[in-house]
């Protein structure tokens, strides 16, 4: 008898899963997740994200018994504990190889590489997949062989290379002959320093292969032809909220482009506006894995601009603190914070405004609202996370223009013309005149009622703007 162990990491689901069909394909296959708690807060993951991750290793052992696969949890503070505690479990099992799907951010691929070499010394078999993304890191380079660090190129080379072969769904593997190994589902927590999430996130975000796919079909029959147009707008609910199923793989990514194809004539980048530019944010998802392996200083916390790192960013705990609480007199960007504190997600239009407040205006150093957003994410994700914070303060590979400062009152007018957003979060300004929302006068609200705005916004920008001159390109 061929056994297996399949590590299942951000890939928790049964259908589409690469290493669990390759394994499933060579004989009877038992499942193993790794609870790490000290990893996971030293990685910054607050407790949406941790709890979401045990819901989801949860699901997934339901999904896995009905095809009567055991799925079984082992306790693991560290990343470091992992080579071990595999090895000792398939020796226990008498498995004669590990499969899992590649991660790609530094930590992830050395705790990895550390189980292939621990396996390999002790004469075991350990597969490592690529299901995460279309192309492996180095399979998509530009002609001048470097990796790519501008989307658009990135995009067009995805577009152009990716073939029926790589978007191929696998089907969950077939029903298996009973093993007599009981399953050991994960603990609802993790101790008392990653503590239980709110009961109204974990009602809003069910986890599960099985809700994101009735997410994704909501999505498609509902959305996704406004997409184009409905995604900017918080107010409305005109994006997938995809993203925490999509970060841990209770959905993957193929699949998401395999009901794109369903439904646009068999086209990913032509035919329907709105399904053309939601599989161009799935491509910017795989981008940000390339270059996180591609340029693995961004997981070491540096500018991928290194010049960047010269920045003077102000030591300012008050001004931090208005900006997570929600209190910077900015309607705009304090709904959003408390959208985020609050849901554990925050629209995209929102994390790049807020986002650009901070590091702007604010001139805070965007590694404060990295960690604060991967702190109350659910779907904090390493790359997607970085690549958004190092694009908002102007350090990272695609980087919006250093002199490009989004005015916080001109987008909140934009993209949330009737206030309706702002009402929504900030209630203490729900009572005002829509128009009025964007930036109240003191005669319409009192200081008590909600701040007056911390910092003015030509001051903040000519601050901004001085400080990014006074750099000097080295690189
Ligand atoms: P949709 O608009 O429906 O897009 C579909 C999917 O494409 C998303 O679920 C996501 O997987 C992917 N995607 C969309 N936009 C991006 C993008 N710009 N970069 C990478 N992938 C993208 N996304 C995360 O998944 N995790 C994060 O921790 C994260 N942090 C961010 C921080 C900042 C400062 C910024 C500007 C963006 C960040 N994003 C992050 C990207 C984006 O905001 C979210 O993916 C998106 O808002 C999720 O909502 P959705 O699922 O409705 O997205």
């Not at 503070?77 to 090895?87: M, N, S, W």
């Not at 910017?284 to 290194?306: D, L, T």
């Not at 900030?426 to 930036?439: G, K, N, T, V, Y």
Request: hydrophobic share 40%; net charge negative; aromatic share 10%.
């Amino acid at each position: 008898m061929h056994l297996s162990l399949v590590w299942f990491r951000s890939d928790l689901r049964v259908n589409d899963n690469t290493a669990l069909s390759v394994a499933a394909s060579r004989g009877p296959v038992v499942g193993v997740f790794l609870g790490s708690r000290t990893q996971w807060r030293q990685h910054g993951h607050g407790p949406n994200k941790i709890s979401f991750w045990l819901r989801g290793a949860a699901a997934l052992g339901e999904s896995l018994a009905k095809l009567n696969i055991p799925l079984l949890y082992r306790n693991t503070e560290h990343f470091d504990d992992a080579p071990e505690t595999l090895l000792t479990l398939a020796r226990e099992l008498g498995a004669e190889a590990l499969h899992f799907n590649r991660e790609y951010p530094l930590n992830e691929w050395h705790r990895d590489e550390a189980v292939i070499e621990y396996f390999h010394r002790s004469g075991l078999k350990a597969h490592a997949h690529r299901d995460s993304v279309a192309f492996s890191p180095g399979e998509l380079l530009t002609g001048k062989g470097d990796f790519y660090s501008v989307f658009t190129p990135f995009s067009r080379a995805w577009s152009r290379m990716v073939d029926a072969s790589r978007l191929e769904v696998l089907d969950a593997p077939a029903r298996q002959q009973t093993l007599e190994i009981s399953s050991d589902p994960p603990p609802a927590v993790l101790g008392a320093d990653a503590p239980e999430t709110q009961a109204s996130i974990e009602r809003r975000w069910p986890a599960g292969e099985e809700e994101a796919a009735n997410r994704l079909a909501r999505f498609l029959e509902q959305r996704a032809r406004r997409y184009a147009e409905d995604r900017d707008y918080p107010a409305i609910q005109g994006t997938s909220e995809l993203s925490p199923y999509l970060s841990l793989g209770m959905i993957s990514w193929r699949q998401c482009m395999q009901a794109v194809l369903t439904i646009n004539q068999g086209h990913l980048r032509d035919g329907d506006a709105g399904l053309t530019a939601w599989v161009n944010e799935l491509i910017w998802r795989e981008f940000y894995q390339h270059v996180c392996w591609g340029f693995p200083k961004v997981c070491r916390g540096r500018a991928f601009q290194q010049h960047t790192e010269g920045l003077e960013w102000r030591d300012a705990p008050n001004d931090l603190a208005a900006w997570c609480e929600g209190r910077t007199g900015y309607p705009i960007v304090d709904a959003a914070m408390r959208q985020l504190t609050t849901t554990g997600w925050m629209h995209n239009r929102l994390r790049m405004v807020v986002a650009m407040f901070l590091s702007k205006h604010l001139l805070i150093d965007w590694r404060h609202g990295e960690a604060f957003f991967m702190e109350h994410l659910i779907d904090g994700d390493f790359a997607a996370n970085n690549g958004g914070w190092q694009w908002a303060a102007s350090t990272g590979t695609d980087a919006a223009p250093w002199f490009r400062i989004f005015n916080p009152t001109t987008q909140s007018q934009r993209f949330d013309a009737e206030g309706h957003f702002i009402a929504e979060w900030l209630p203490e300004l729900a009572e005002l005149p829509p128009r009025m929302r964007h930036s109240p006068s003191t005669d319409l609200v009192t200081d008590a009622e909600y701040p007056q705005p911390i910092i003015e916004h030509k001051t903040a920008r000519q601050r901004a703007l001085d400080a990014f001159k006074s750099l000097t390109r080295a690189d």
